[in-house]
């Protein structure tokens, strides 16, 4: 089991930026791909982006394609998501998570994730 600790959250107006962190730790980290979720009231949690254990492969939603960036480092056990262009439809609470295996293909489903932490939230007024 990994336990994950997200920070970074908060306030910020439309077309601002933000980034969140995601510290890692239990596990050999570098072996497991890493993503990103979020919902909001009354809906699912939703993929965001995810990547690969290496850090080569990078998987987006369509929704944030272009505007938010996922990357890692894993001598220092953290996953991070930069997100610029902020819309207020992207107002959420943001999960970071970890594979359930190691070196597994890179996933934008859920049930493929077995550890998350407990969510960040990000406001974005207009």
């Known amino acids: 089991q990994v336990q994950l600790v997200e920070s970074g959250g908060g306030l910020v107006q439309a077309g601002g930026s933000l980034r969140l962190s995601c510290a890692a730790s239990?596990?050999?980290?570098?072996?497991?791909?890493m993503g990103w979720f979020r919902r909001t009231p009354g809906k699912d949690r939703e993929f965001v982006a995810a990547i690969t254990w290496g850090g080569v492969i990078k998987n987006y939603a369509d929704s944030v394609k272009g505007r938010f960036t996922i990357s890692r480092d894993n001598a220092q056990g953290t996953v991070s998501l930069q997100m610029n262009s902020l819309k207020p439809e992207d107002t959420a609470i943001y999960y970071c998570a970890a594979a359930m295996s190691p070196y597994s293909a890179i996933s934008r489903n859920t049930d493929d994730f077995g550890s998350w932490g407990q969510g960040t939230q990000v406001t974005v007024s207009s």
């Open positions: 239990g596990r050999t980290f570098s072996s497991y791909n």
